[in-house]
């Protein structure tokens, strides 16, 4: 697979997947801490949650580990992302959760968040679906 196609594909993915999560964060925050809350309580889906996150985020690295344009940096940095995401609901890292409670329990905060994930999801499906050069 040619770089600028794995880059078009992953971006396909991935904007769709921002947009839609953003969008949910910013529509549900008020929800987010008992969804925090069920993770802490439940080491089995937390766990669970973290073998799939780990192996989505080391797929993406194993196929697109790219950085020399925008949309390749940005597809790369969200693999790594997800596989350091995974890698920390594994193992349970605490200052992780802490952290992560933090900003739950602030909507403003998750409104912020939400609105960069919308438009890094829209962004990032513009490239995938509109014909953008990876280098553009």
Do not use: C
């Given at each position: 697979?040619?770089?600028?196609?794995?880059?078009r594909?992953?971006?396909?993915?991935?904007?769709?997947?921002?947009?839609?999560?953003?969008?949910?964060?910013?529509?549900?925050?008020?929800?987010?801490?008992?969804?925090?809350?069920?993770?802490?309580?439940?080491?089995?889906?937390?766990?669970?949650?973290?073998?799939l996150?780990?192996?989505?985020?080391?797929?993406?690295?194993?196929?697109?580990?790219r950085?020399?344009?925008?949309?390749?940096?940005?597809?790369?940095?969200?693999?790594?992302?997800?596989?350091?995401?995974?890698?920390?609901l594994?193992?349970?890292?605490?200052?992780?959760?802490?952290?992560?409670?933090?900003?739950?329990?602030?909507?403003?905060?998750?409104?912020?968040?939400?609105?960069v994930?919308?438009?890094?999801?829209?962004?990032?499906?513009?490239?995938?679906?509109?014909?953008?050069?990876?280098?553009?």
């Open positions: 697979m040619a770089q600028q196609d794995a880059t594909l992953l971006a396909r993915v991935f904007g769709p997947y921002l947009l839609l999560s953003g969008a949910a964060v910013a529509v549900r925050r008020g929800d987010l801490p008992a969804v925090l809350a069920a993770y802490e309580r439940d080491v089995g889906l937390s766990m669970t949650a973290g073998f996150v780990l192996l989505f985020g080391l797929v993406v690295v194993a196929v697109h580990n950085w020399r344009s925008p949309a390749q940096i940005a597809v790369s940095l969200v693999g790594w992302l997800f596989a350091l995401k995974g890698l920390l594994l193992v349970g890292f605490t200052p992780f959760a802490q952290a992560t409670a933090g900003l739950v329990a602030a909507p403003a905060a998750m409104l912020g968040f939400g609105l994930f919308i438009a890094l999801g829209a962004w990032l499906s513009w490239a995938g679906f509109r014909g953008a050069s990876a280098s553009s």
